[in-house]
Each structure stands twice: as C-alpha cells, then as structure tokens.
C-alpha cells in the first residue's frame, strides 16, 4: 500500500525558507563573527573562542528544555509553530546588535559579545532551532515526505550559505567597511531573516497526534504520559541512537564551522585572494543540490542506512587528496575534490530529519513517550556544540599559532594552522562520522519492535 501523503510542493517550499533563513543570521555570525571581532574590532581571537564556549554551557539544558516545552505545548499553531513565530523578533534583533559593537573600552566590547551571543544562542536561538527542526516530524508521518522536507531544508541552507558566502564581504565594502559596514550588511541580513522565518511559519500546519500515531504499526494502550525535562533526558539519553546522532550532528556541524570560520582566513592569507571563498562555495553548493535531490530515490530503494553509511564513506576518501592538495594550495585540484566531498555528504546531511523522526519513533515505540521535540533537539544540541567548538576551537588555534588580526602580513606558524584547519580536520572529522553511521540502525530497531507488538 502506498503511505499516504500530506503535504504540497508549497508546503515543502515554506518548510525549506526556515533553513535558508537560519543562513542569513546564524550562518553569517558562525562564519564572519569571528573576523570580524579579530580584524574590525581588534579583539584577541583566543579570548573570543573562549567567551562562545563559556556561552555554550547553559545549551545543553537549554536544548533538551525547549524540547520538553514544545513536548508539553498544546495550542492553535501546534506544537513546535508558536516557538518558531515568537523567536523570530528577537533572534533578528540579536544580529543586528552582535555586528554593531559600541567603541568602547575592550573589556566591555568583550562583555557586550558574551551578553548578546549567550542570549541569542541559549535561548531564544535554541527555541526556535529545537522548534524548526521538530517541525517536520510534526507535519507530516509520511516516512519519504520526511526525507524529502530534509532534501528541501538542506537545499535552500546551502543556497543561503552560498548567498552570503559571495555577498557578504562585498556588502561590507560597499557600505563604507569597518564597524559601519557590518552594521548595515547584518540590517539587511535581519530583515530577510524575518521574513524568511514567518514564511516558514504560515506555510505549513501540524497534524494531530492520532495522525502522527498512525506513522507506527503501534497504537497506544493507555493515554499518553506528561513528561518533565528530567524524565525526558533520561528517555533520550537511554536511547542510544540519539546519543549517535547528536555525535553526528556535533560533528558535522564542528566540521561546517571550522571550514566556515577558516575559509575566509585560508583565501585570505594562504591563497591571497578572499573573492576565493565564493568559488569555494560553489563546490559546496551545486554538489550538495545534486546529492540531495538524489537522496530520495536512493533512500526508496536502499534504506537510509546504507545511502548514508556508503556515501559517507566516498566522501572520507575524497577529503584524502583534498588534506593533500589543501596544505599545498593547489586550487583546482582542490575543487575537484571538494566537488566529490560534498556530493557524497549530502545523503547524510539530507536525511537528518528523516533519521530523527526514526529516533523519535523508537522511544514511542519503546517507553510509549511522545518527545518529538526532546529527540530533535539533538540537532539543535549537536549544531550548538559542533558550531560552538568549531568557531571557539578556531579562535584558540589561531591564537595558538600567533595570529593577529592587526598585522598586514601573518606568521608561517599561523598560515599554517589556517591551512591544517581548513584542510587536513575534514578528512579525520569525516573519518569518526563514518564510523559512527555504521552503528546507528535505528530503522531495524523499530522494524523489529513492531514485528514483536504484532506477535
């Protein structure tokens, strides 16, 4: 019998803007944040990446609480919709504010980072995030629409991404450079986000819980539990596959914000040439779309496991000739490769939502629990954690090597730890995800629960 479907091309396109909206605020602070306290405002790179992890301990509880809020909310708007709506304000405002650092004395231009980048990522950030993310379990129980809202998600991040990888930089320049010039570019980036975000919001609406019930071969016996945070972290933090995938998601998202980060250090100081990074970006984005427009028809006939553990794999090997390539900065055979990389990541990447539905599933299954939104804040929590030791853990090796955003010319030490980050920690990051997807056959876990309910 064929899975009954919920949801229309627009449906599909709505979701997808929330992602690309993501990229035009919280891509643009993980990927430019950094040079621009370094280079613009001339603090030290070690002391920033040290202020983001001190920002990232209160995530973690932030995540799994947003999770059980969205688990306990019962309204008009759904679920998760109502989080995504009263965030989006905010959220924009934060960006506007992190690029428009007062002149003042360093202490207080570091305090006013903190304050600011902590209550954007630990609050209102993550509630949106966990809601967003939560979302496509909740709209539709159709296992391939759920792949396919990741197809949609990760297509429009990526072409938010290559947006602002090309724009960015020259947006700066054009509006004056300095202080003033990131003003006004992250002014600009607010207000598409806003208007991206509500899109995602008014263009899709949340099914029932007897609809999402009928996605399992499970009906329940007895009226669902309210959970609270501690029973809720003790339901996902049993469930083994969410502990595997917020690993995964750390560290892919620790890989994408290293590179981010770096990137426009690497064209800036190894190669010479910063208009690079939108080249760069290229190969990013046209093998992603590709991969990703792929991936349901792959899934269709092999399983999400398989897609995402052998494509994952061609994708190790193909950071092996970039590492090689990278640290000698031969640029074209580093797009090639780069080109092959990313292609066979992009399976993986596009059936996140899909994996955690699965997840989400699982513990249904198992503990009779609904906690959609506690089982994908694990996106929210690996996006934190990977994003946030990605850009600090950039902050203190640049540090490290003696960089110095104030000198025209850098030391060797530094280019090459820039060339190290950028080049050589895809290859070992990809390597343990691999290895990590091997295990995480979470679909078979719920094939055999529900062969044994029907026994």
């Known amino acids: 019998m064929n899975e009954k479907t919920y949801l229309k091309f627009g449906n599909k396109m709505a979701y997808g803007t929330g992602d690309m909206a993501t990229n035009f605020c919280y891509g643009v602070i993980t990927g430019f944040m950094l040079i621009y306290l370094t280079d613009t405002v001339g603090l030290n790179s070690g002391i920033v990446g040290t202020l983001m992890i001190i920002s990232r301990v209160l995530d973690g509880i932030t995540d799994v609480l947003a999770g059980t809020m969205i688990d306990r909310t019962h309204s008009k708007w759904g679920k998760a919709r109502p989080y995504i709506f009263w965030t989006i304000f905010p959220i924009a405002i934060c960006e506007f504010l992190l690029f428009s650092t007062p002149v003042m004395s360093q202490v207080l231009q570091y305090a006013y980072f903190f304050v600011i980048y902590t209550v954007l990522n630990d609050f209102f950030f993550t509630a949106n995030n966990v809601a967003y993310s939560t979302l496509s379990a909740?709209?539709?129980a159709n296992k391939n629409e759920r792949v396919q809202l990741g197809v949609y998600r990760f297509a429009f991040a990526t072409l938010g991404s290559l947006v602002t990888s090309a724009l960015t930089m020259a947006m700066v320049n054009g509006f004056g450079g300095g202080v003033v010039g990131w003003r006004w570019t992250a002014l600009i980036y607010s207000v598409v986000f806003v208007v991206l975000d509500l899109i995602c919001f008014a263009g899709n609406k949340e099914l029932s819980e007897?609809?999402?019930?009928?996605?399992?071969?499970?009906e329940s016996e007895q009226p669902q539990q309210k959970t609270n945070l501690f029973q809720n972290l003790k339901y996902v933090f049993t469930?083994?596959?969410f502990v595997q995938q917020l690993l995964i998601g750390?560290?892919?998202?620790?890989?994408?914000?290293?590179?981010?980060a770096v990137g426009i250090y690497y064209m800036t100081y190894r190669l010479g040439a910063p208009a690079m990074l939108a080249t760069?970006?290229?190969?990013?984005?046209f093998p992603l779309v590709i991969g990703l427009a792929l991936t349901p028809a792959l899934v269709k006939r092999f399983g999400i496991y398989k897609v995402n553990l052998y494509s994952m794999a061609i994708s190790?090997?193909?950071?092996?000739?970039?590492?090689?390539?990278?640290?000698?900065?031969k640029v074209a055979l580093m797009l090639v490769f780069s080109v092959v990389r990313w292609f066979c990541a992009a399976p993986m990447i596009a059936n996140g939502n899909a994996i955690q539905a699965e997840i989400a599933g699982?513990?249904?299954?198992?503990?009779?629990v609904h906690i959609e939104g506690s089982v994908f804040s694990c996106n929210s929590m690996g996006s934190k954690i990977g994003q946030g030791l990605g850009t600090a853990g950039a902050g203190w090796l640049l540090a490290l090597a003696h960089y110095d955003g104030t000198?025209?010319?850098q030391p060797a030490s530094a280019i090459n730890m820039i060339s190290l980050m950028y080049a050589v920690l895809p290859l070992i990051i990809t390597a343990i995800m691999t290895v990590l997807l091997y295990f995480q056959k979470v679909e078979k876990a719920n094939e055999m629960l529900d062969q044994q309910a029907k026994a």
């Open 138 to 140: 909740l709209i539709t």
């Open 210 to 218: 007897a609809e999402l019930e009928m996605g399992t071969d499970q």
């Open 239 to 241: 469930n083994p596959y």
């Open 250 to 260: 750390t560290l892919y998202n620790l890989l994408n914000n290293i590179a981010a």
């Open 280 to 285: 760069f970006q290229l190969t990013t984005v």
């Open 316 to 329: 190790t090997l193909g950071c092996v000739p970039f590492a090689i390539f990278g640290m000698q900065g």
């Open 362 to 368: 699982y513990s249904y299954r198992k503990d009779k």
């Open 407 to 409: 000198l025209a010319v």
